[in-house]
């Protein structure tokens, strides 16, 4: 067994960590007693040498990410399956099958960890370098939790380490009951398929934390022209489509997404003539067309990842909302997002707020949004509502 390294924090320090937030940042912390290196596992003390908590250490402004309040073993397959079992039996609430987030970072205890089920398959992502070093442990834990539901698991990580860490990794299977093991699967969401790379598509597949807002976006829908922007595999569109939307267009800058939106609307029905995708850049489209929907979806990728970034991600989200504003029609819905963690939902509303008088239209708020369940939030680090959209009303 390794022997953490021991981390004491400076006075008062303490007080996040006993109000169970799960970062301690660099800071907050007097000294350290071995040399540590990055992803190794860490025990938090508090001035008097109280032992708080275990995590993973990294250089950097999170210098420790928490996995568990008090003594723990990190090495143990136990401590792992206890962790996945927890997160299942909250899945299981709301019934989730086919598709649905088993692990969403802090909402489940597990920093730096995120698994995605799609059908027979876990796709894992993780987001620290200690996280990483514990994968297999993670995909065996995996394996006594889920049972024979589960036939593979995936690490799809190289994408969201640290660079200079990734560049000695590579994604694959970490377990496979199947000597060839599947690249893709279909899902069914709210009685809509789709098909899912967790492979070669981006984050794990599948942006599983729309769940809710695309079967909102159906009640809409119904007789309307609807405009799906950022549509990446069409998940609003196909819901749309669903619902009896009389026109979809799907528009993303990759060629390869709109080749996946259309796969996923011929998997539902014909819609012949109904939808159109267009690889193109979404600003360009909406400057362009002249055509203004009844009902629009604007989910872009984050604009900003970090707090350095988040003037210019403002400027960006009120320049995308008042282009899109101008192409709804009078009386018609506008459901528009943002994923960025550093952008919160104040400031997400006024941004939208002040597109909607720059372009002097009066706009009505029908709904505040989130992500779907499965992607829960610790009341103890509100950071991980990252999701928030509004649904608007324009006259």
């Not at 595999?233 to 749309?240: D, E, K, M, N, R």
């Not at 509303?349 to 239209?361: D, F, I, N, P, Q």
């Not at 709904?367 to 369940?373: D, G, I, N, W």
Request: charge should be neutral; include cysteine.
């Amino acid at each position: 067994m390794t022997t953490p390294i021991k981390v004491f924090l400076r006075a008062g320090k303490e007080i996040p960590v006993l109000r169970f937030h799960p970062w301690v940042f660099s800071g907050a912390i007097s000294r350290i007693e071995g040399q540590p290196e990055d992803g190794d596992i860490a025990e938090v003390f508090d001035k008097r040498g109280t032992l708080l908590g275990i995590g993973h250490f990294h250089h950097g402004s999170i210098a420790v990410r928490l996995l568990h309040f008090g003594a723990a073993n990190l090495e143990s397959g136990s401590f792992w399956e206890a962790k996945l079992q927890n997160a299942l039996a909250v899945r299981l609430i709301k019934g989730y099958s086919s598709a649905f987030r088993l692990v969403h970072g802090e909402g489940d205890g597990l920093s730096g960890l995120v698994v995605d089920v799609y059908g027979n398959t876990a796709v894992m992502q993780c987001h620290s370098i200690g996280m990483h070093r514990q994968r297999a442990l993670i995909a065996a834990a995996l394996q006594k939790v889920l049972g024979k539901n589960l036939t593979a698991v995936y690490d799809k990580s190289v994408e969201s380490l640290p660079p200079k860490y990734a560049e000695n990794q590579q994604n694959g299977y970490q377990w496979s009951a199947n000597e060839t093991p599947e690249t893709s699967a279909i899902i069914e969401e709210n009685g809509a398929k789709f098909r899912v790379d967790w492979v070669s598509g981006q984050k794990t597949g599948f942006f599983l934390d729309q769940r809710d807002n695309r079967l909102l976006l159906a009640e809409f829908a119904k007789g309307k022209s609807v405009l799906n922007a950022f549509c990446y595999t069409g998940g609003f569109s196909c819901l749309a489509l669903q619902a009896g939307a009389s026109l979809v267009h799907s528009v993303d800058v990759s060629p390869k997404a709109i080749a996946l939106c259309n796969e996923n609307v011929a998997l539902n029905a014909p819609f012949a003539g109904q939808h159109e995708g267009y690889a193109d850049d979404v600003m360009k489209f909406l400057k362009n067309t002249e055509r203004d929907y009844e009902v629009m979806v604007i989910d872009p990728p984050a604009y900003a990842k970090s707090l350095d970034k988040r003037h210019n991600a403002v400027q960006g989200y009120k320049r995308l909302n008042a282009e899109a504003m101008r192409r709804v029609a009078p009386g018609g819905i506008l459901f528009t997002f943002s994923c960025s963690q550093v952008v919160d939902r104040e400031l997400f509303y006024h941004t939208v707020a002040a597109a909607a008088m720059e372009l002097g239209r009066p706009v009505r708020v029908l709904h505040h949004l989130s992500q779907s369940a499965d992607h829960p939030v610790s009341l103890f680090h509100p950071e991980g509502a990252y999701l928030k959209g509004l649904v608007l009303c324009l006259d």
